[in-house]
């Protein structure tokens, strides 16, 4: 396994690091055209979705008075720069606290942490993470033009501190609410096949295939039990 890695890290080294450069910072209208579906898409559905945002707010207070609805996290985005991201909050409060006595428990490999029967996630938060309800307040990041409704998942910094130079090219790129990686498997597969698919995406993104993975997204939602 290690071994087809390493062919497959060359294999793309080769294909797709100047390549990946080079079409991340062309197609300029591509990219304008982007950042004005996001805002439509992103209002949108604030607006709508208030009402879910309340039941859930409503929710997770229920179970957990003690933490913030609302979870923000230090996350890496296009070119290295940090932001805040917004989730709802899915698990107790101390979650941060309890995880270095869970990193021997990780399901995943390279510089990621998934735990399917993670024992910080709250009963709320089992659900809002299946139906990735929790992911819904990311459209403010959207908003604020620190996300994109598609694109490579957004890293913690901890993880961005692990890649070496291939692994940074996902970084060339927005991050996204939904992407390749979230509609090809996500929990089920492993940091080297998600940073492959990201870097796919960079190099053949377009307005169509954005639509085609925001409607694989939205099918998904109702079918996979994949997220954890």
């Given at each position: 396994?290690e ?7 060359q ?11 080079s ?14 579906l ?13 009402p ?9 207070k ?31 409060s ?23 029967d ?7 938060g ?45 970084l ?13 498997g ?8 998600m ?34």
């Amino acid at each position: 396994m290690e071994l087809s890695n390493a062919k497959a890290e060359q294999k793309y080294e080769k294909e797709l690091n100047l390549k990946a450069i080079s079409i991340a910072n062309q197609r300029k209208g591509y990219l304008v055209l982007k950042r004005l579906l996001d805002i439509v898409f992103s209002l949108m559905g604030l607006i709508v979705l208030l009402p879910v945002f309340i039941v859930i707010a409503f929710l997770i207070k229920i179970e957990d008075q003690k933490g913030p609805v609302l979870f923000k996290q230090i996350r890496v985005g296009k070119n290295n720069e940090e932001f805040t991201m917004y989730k709802f909050r899915s698990m107790v409060s101390n979650a941060e606290d309890l995880l270095e006595g869970l990193l021997d428990k990780n399901e995943t490999t390279g510089a990621m942490f998934k735990m399917r029967d993670d024992p910080r996630i709250t009963k709320i938060g089992k659900f809002i993470r299946r139906t990735s309800l929790d992911e819904l307040p990311q459209l403010l990041n959207v908003l604020k033009g620190e996300m994109s409704l598609v694109g490579p998942r957004p890293p913690l910094p901890r993880e961005v501190e692990k890649y070496n130079d291939y692994h940074k090219q996902r970084l060339l790129a927005k991050p996204g609410c939904t992407g390749l990686w979230q509609v090809s498997g996500r929990s089920s597969i492993g940091f080297d096949e998600m940073v492959q698919l990201d870097l796919k995406y960079i190099t053949k993104s377009n307005t169509f295939y954005d639509l085609c993975i925001i409607l694989k997204t939205v099918k998904i939602l109702f079918v996979s039990d994949d997220a954890y």
